[in-house]
């Protein structure tokens, strides 16, 4: 096993610049495909979380009085699964904006009419589907005093399209790259397993089996494709500590949202991949050259 592995790095350092050619065409692919299991772990995360319950904020009309509160509580727990609601008044909630807006800005101590309304806050249960979300509020901003509720529509509908248009551009994406990177795998050990051609031919003249002769292109292909996985997920991580914090804060004021980097799995899951993607290449490329 050490004369394979002294053969293979041998065969790496005489041919290096076809070996960095596959090693980063192999980190790109990851890093392509990387790309897409992040967003995709991301997403599934944030869908998840709505589909387990999310927060909407109803906001009532101006003849509403803390009369009213309990039916129109009643109402909307026989609408759907409400699983919890508190009743904001426009005072408490004036009193915390100019608390929370003391330090930015003194206008709201200007003000001699309060200008918000009253609300409830509800924590809505499971739901099967986004669908079905929608259903529910739409009940609810059917009633009278109801005069309108925000529960993340805007950003959460467009973050639908963009995940589903996402999925489909990722799948033929990571398709691509795993193909070209495939076939650059293949062609580096053809390349390389000519450039050796006539000591190959002595050692089969001495006697040497297929296995000796092919155990160096193997282990040369597992280690072009661990090392292009291991620079593709490095190359993640550089730009997922880059960017997550900006998209974090961007967003922080629409819905909490808790960018993480891949999970352990995954990342194994990716090496693992990778390291086979360079296998296959060199077992593809020796099975035609010993036809």
């Given at each position: 096993m050490t004369h394979f592995l002294k053969r293979a790095l041998a065969d790496?350092?005489?041919?290096?610049?076809?070996?960095?050619?596959?090693?980063?065409?192999?980190?790109?692919?990851?890093?392509?495909?990387?790309?897409?299991l992040l967003f995709f772990e991301n997403a599934g995360r944030v869908i998840?979380?709505?589909?387990?319950?999310?927060?909407?904020?109803?906001?009532?009309?101006?003849?509403?009085?803390?009369?009213?509160?309990?039916?129109?509580?009643?109402?909307?727990?026989?609408?759907?699964?409400?699983?919890?609601?508190?009743?904001?008044?426009?005072?408490?909630?004036?009193?915390?904006?100019?608390?929370?807006?003391?330090?930015?800005?003194?206008?709201?101590?200007?003000l001699k009419e309060n200008p918000l309304p009253d609300a409830l806050e509800i924590k809505i249960r499971s739901y099967n589907n986004f669908q079905e979300v929608q259903t529910l509020v739409q009940n609810i901003k059917a009633i009278d005093i109801v005069d309108d509720i925000e529960y993340g529509q805007g950003w959460l509908g467009k973050f639908l399209k963009i995940f589903n248009l996402f999925k489909i551009t990722g799948y033929a994406m990571c398709g691509f790259f795993?193909?070209?990177a495939l076939f650059i795998t293949a062609n580096t050990v053809r390349l390389a397993f000519y450039s050796r051609k006539l000591e190959v031919e002595i050692m089969r003249l001495v006697g040497a089996t297929e296995t000796f002769i092919k155990a160096p292109f193997y282990i040369e292909g597992l280690i072009q494709g661990f090392l292009?996985?291991?620079?593709?997920?490095?190359?993640?991580?550089?730009?997922?500590?880059?960017?997550?914090?900006?998209?974090?804060?961007s967003l922080a004021s629409y819905v909490y949202l808790?960018?993480?980097?891949?999970?352990?799995?995954?990342?194994?899951?990716?090496?693992?991949?990778?390291?086979?993607?360079?296998?296959?290449?060199?077992?593809l490329s020796l099975k035609q050259i010993f036809k």
């Open positions: 790496i350092r005489s041919n290096k610049f076809l070996n960095l050619i596959t090693i980063i065409t192999i980190s790109l692919s990851i890093l392509v495909v990387s790309v897409f998840e979380s709505w589909n387990q319950g999310g927060r909407a904020m109803i906001y009532l009309k101006e003849e509403f009085n803390a009369d009213m509160l309990p039916q129109l509580k009643a109402k909307i727990n026989s609408l759907g699964d409400i699983d919890a609601m508190v009743y904001i008044s426009k005072a408490k909630a004036l009193d915390t904006l100019k608390k929370n807006m003391a330090s930015q800005t003194t206008f709201l101590k200007t795993f193909l070209m292009g996985g291991i620079l593709g997920l490095g190359a993640l991580l550089i730009t997922y500590m880059m960017v997550s914090s900006g998209i974090t804060q808790d960018i993480q980097f891949l999970s352990v799995k995954m990342v194994m899951f990716i090496i693992f991949s990778s390291t086979f993607l360079g296998w296959f290449g060199c077992y």
